[in-house]
């Protein structure tokens, strides 16, 4: 085998890989808003950016408005999990200044996001 058949192997590999990997992680979400939709109704928002790492936030609102549940997701890779946001569970949207400062820029646009229309 040459280095060029080699090389397009190691291509193809690597490229159903990331296939797999991707679909576990859809599947995981997926999973997640299942859950989070049985707590209250589901808000979801993402940062906007193409070129920087994507940030996810799925939130879940009781009938009084308030946050019952958080979770966020950002990375650039399909490696990335959700994450449990404590800092805004009990609050309701408009989150205060102090709250959104203590938040990542990226969480920050994407709970803007999940809560515009």
Do not use: C
Not at 91 to 100: C, G, I, N, Q, T
Request: proline share 2%; no cysteine; charged share 20%.
């Amino acid at each position: 085998m040459d280095s060029t058949t080699t090389l397009i192997l190691v291509a193809i590999v690597a490229w159903i890989g990331q296939i797999a990997l991707g679909f576990f992680q859809i599947r995981s979400f997926n999973r997640m808003v299942q859950s989070m939709s049985q707590k209250g109704h589901v808000k979801i928002g993402r940062t906007k950016s193409r070129w920087k790492a994507r940030t996810l936030i799925v939130v879940a609102e009781n009938d009084q408005q308030t946050i019952v549940d958080a979770k966020v997701l950002n990375g650039i890779s399909v490696f990335a999990r959700p994450k449990t946001l404590d800092k805004i569970v009990g609050l309701s949207y408009p989150l205060s200044a102090a709250v959104m400062n203590e938040l990542a820029k990226g969480t920050q646009e994407a709970i803007s996001v999940a809560y515009e229309g």
